[in-house]
């Protein structure tokens, strides 16, 4: 069984500090099993923005993207199309 995702991006004024702030935050929501940086060590400053999240089973992923796009400090948040085997 595959895991469930949330992308989302941080905004380009967000600390570093300010960004683990939110993902410990995040984390700890209800239905949330991780929550981290995609590319932390990355040079391009717009891929250390990028996160994720890996949802339970019973997340309401739809209603989580609508927090996530709440949250001043968040860009834009989207869950990705589930990908088939082939």
Known sequence: ??????????????????????LAEIGSW????????????STVEALRRLCYVFLDDSADAHALI????????IESASSPAPRRLV
């Open 1 to 22: 069984m595959s895991r469930r995702v949330i992308t989302f991006a941080c905004r380009s004024g967000v600390s570093t500090s300010r960004l683990d702030e939110l």
């Open 30 to 41: 209800e239905h949330i099993e991780q929550a981290a940086q995609l590319k932390p060590d």
């Open 66 to 73: 609508e927090r996530l796009a709440e949250m001043p400090e």
